[in-house]
């Protein structure tokens, strides 16, 4: 049966990125300025494809951005802008789900709780809300949903197929009244998924979502997919390696399998703290004509861009430092959200 409305790939035609905008009331105060580089980096990319949208915290931090975009010369023709409270900037996890079917486009309003409480997301929360009834959106439509989840945890062939890890999505922390079978239940009603690929391994050190699969697989096309790998003596190199064997067990609707491509290791990248950051190719942004890849001033960066090339033929690959966005734990895609080209923004109203 064909679902009334289905989450599109995200390799399928965009209308805008979003971004939410780092500002001095978030954990990004003491580097701002080095994230405020990464974010003009992104937007003068975007800006030469599509239109962006960017998510300020007010009026004044409006203001701002708009001074250091004029700054970097960036094209202003396609930017848009809007206001909306926020916690933090990772626009994957609380910009709306946009799904696609014969009455248009549907904006889904998940509900996002910190990835499971760690953290406040109560402004995060009410971003789509706000943007939804500032009259941003012309012709979607707006449905909130009873479930906690966050875009990086949702992976798709825009075929209905749903690619994702046990341990981010079907938590306690998240969503303790549902069982497995109710969660996919919910997750075919609203995104039209009926095939779900439910990864029990794959794990980033670092990372604090509990294994966004954003991080770990994704597809290029329906019949592949490119995954983070570690070598024999990185900590992580069990947990990947685990995940490498269920995607070689995994099968596509015809029963053939996926086409695996390994993504280089990085050696481990360390915080001024001591910590290890959670530096990952994976988290790659596709959108019209190229792909942004994050990268992070290693040798590894160069052979990373030729297995996406390789993925990617039709569409320029970008790099992107990204060596500032993983100190708060997150990368490239984690920070954006594209909209599919059904998807119409008006710039009267955010102006």
Known sequence: MTPEYLLPAEWA??????LTWPHRETDWA???EAVDRVYLSISRQVTRFQQLLIVCNSKSHQRVISQKLADA???TDHLLFAIAPSNDSWARDHAPLTCIGDKGALLLDFQFNGWGGKYPADLDN?????????GLFTDAEYRTVPLVLEGGAVETDGQGTLLATRSSVLTQSRNPQLTTAQVENLLTRQLGLERF?????GHLSGDDTDGHIDTLARFSDPATILYATATPD???HQELEAMAAELREFRQRDGTPY??????????IISEHGDRLPAGYANFLIINGAVLLPVYNIPQDVEAVRRLQESFTEREIIPINCLPLIRQNGSLHCITMQFPQQVTLSPALSD
Do not use: C, G, K, V
């Open 234 to 236: 990185d900590p992580d």
């Open 259 to 268: 086409r695996l491509i390994p993504l280089p290791p990085i050696p481990p």
């Open 197 to 201: 690929l439910w990864l029990n391994n």
């Open 30 to 32: 003491e580097h701002l």
């Open 13 to 18: 035609a965009q209308s805008a990125i979003m």
């Open 126 to 134: 009410r971003i789509n809300q706000n943007l939804f009834h500032s």
């Open 73 to 75: 010369a960036i094209d």
